[in-house]
């Protein structure tokens, strides 16, 4: 005698087979989004905000596609499922290191969080949020140039007097708001004198003469009446790889390839996790690159040209220099016994004004110099204090 189901059993069954289905769909589709998620190239190329802005909106949607799902699962399987109550705590565990997981995904998309090599997503997520303007380069030889406040200042019109910032991501304001910058804390306390940023993420001394140049010739043509030019230790980079002298990082381990492409870049709670724990600490290599790159008088003075260059063009044109000193702030005494004294010394020598932070960070904490571990760059309290250092240089005779 053939028995008759009930029919109620195989819609269930059905309906946990699709959501199942739905299930994998969704986490697929998810995985599948990150073709729009590269990182920046070697030049610093940021990748369109469009794409980003719509790689997160589609991995959102199906975030959220997942969580539904699972819960209609979880409240047909282990809710209302008939299962001995240890399997139902084990199912409800389970599913809660499943939520938690995924709700942390979607929260890291909207967590914004800068770092010195501006390879992960949370910088990506902080350039988005406060670096607002991004101009192409004035030299179409040159990757595009990452300056901020440009275009603010540039409006305020022609006046009588006007100060050039020019130099690398210290005083573009890398790990703090535009209004937190020096560079804006100047122009807010000189209301009479236009303050233009000229400054680039990542430039070199080449790179920032070759930025005031083409700023000039191609923005606003008009000599300034002070040229501000903010050193840090990196302005070395680019005469020590012409010297053929590069920093002797080791070869990643088989265990740090793994984890790298387990969690680089797969998605954002994989990404942070990876930066934030695995990415291997390079920093004594790289101070070991810079003594053997400061120790080299042939590189030294290389990379000095520019400045030089810098130096007779101000005197032909009777423009105030200005030299803004920055040492490694996690390092001090290491910064001076590289490169903070020699520079203050050849300075100096050319009668050129310099100010040199070292002294002035001394007595501050670690911790409020820095924005934080993985950004050493300076914390809105040393802007502060070099504002007012460089309105202290500039009332002098």
């Keep these: ?28 589709k998810l995985c599948n989004v990150f073709v729009y998620m590269t990182s920046p190239d070697a030049e610093g190329y940021l990748i369109a905000q469009e794409d980003f802005d719509a790689a997160r909106i589609e991995r959102l949607a199906y975030i959220l596609g997942l969580l539904v799902v699972s819960l209609l699962l979880f409240y047909i399987g282990v809710v209302k499922g008939v299962m001995s109550p240890r399997n139902k705590n084990v199912l ?16 890291l998309m909207f967590y914004p969080k800068s770092d010195a090599i501006g390879n992960r997503f949370s910088h990506h997520l902080w350039t988005r949020k406060y670096w607002n303007s991004y101009f192409p380069s004035f030299d179409k030889r040159n990757p595009p140039m990452q300056l901020r406040g440009i275009e603010d200042y540039a409006r305020r019109g022609n006046s009588k ?11 573009a304001g890398d790990g703090v708001q535009e209004h937190e910058m020096f560079t804006s804390i100047l122009a807010s ?15 070199d001394t080449f790179r920032e003469l070759d930025n005031l140049s083409q700023y000039i010739k191609a923005v606003e043509p008009v000599r300034p009446n002070v040229l501000i030019w903010q050193y840090y230790a990196n302005d070395i980079e680019r005469a020590a790889t012409w010297s053929n002298l590069k920093p002797n990082y080791p070869p990643l381990t088989q265990q740090q390839k793994f984890l790298e492409e387990l969690l680089k870049s797969r998605s954002f709670l994989c990404d942070y996790v990876y930066w934030e724990l695995f990415y291997p600490d390079y920093g004594k290599q790289y ?56 520079l203050m010394g050849f300075l100096q020598s050319q009668g050129v004004t310099s100010i040199d932070m070292t002294p002035y960070l001394k007595e501050i ?10 950004n050493p760059h300076p914390t ?10 460089i309105i202290e240089s500039l009332q002098k005779p």
């Excluded at 040492?327 to 290491?334: A, F, R, S, V, W």
Aim: glycine content about 4%; overall charge positive.
């Design 380 to 389: 809105p309290q040393i802007h502060a204090l070099t504002a007012t250092k």
């Design 161 to 171: 007097k006007k100060i050039f910032v020019v130099g690398d991501s210290f005083c």
């Design 287 to 342: 101070m070991a690159y810079l003594a053997n790159a400061f120790g080299n008088t042939k590189i030294v003075n290389m990379h000095l040209t520019p400045m030089e260059d810098a130096i007779r063009w101000c005197a032909s044109n009777n423009i105030k220099l200005i030299v803004v000193i920055f040492p490694i702030l996690g390092d001090l005494e290491k910064s001076e016994e590289l490169y903070t004294t020699n």
């Design 92 to 107: 409800s565990a389970g599913y809660s290191i499943f939520l938690m997981l995924f709700i942390a995904e979607g929260a």
């Design 189 to 203: 306390k000189l209301p009479n004198i236009q303050v233009i940023n000229i400054c680039e993420r990542g430039a």
């Design 365 to 374: 904490p670690l911790k409020n110099r820095v924005v934080h571990g993985s």
């Design 1 to 28: 005698m053939k028995k008759n189901y009930p029919s109620l059993p195989i819609a269930k069954y059905a309906l946990v087979l699709v959501l199942i289905l739905m299930e994998i769909a969704c986490f697929v």
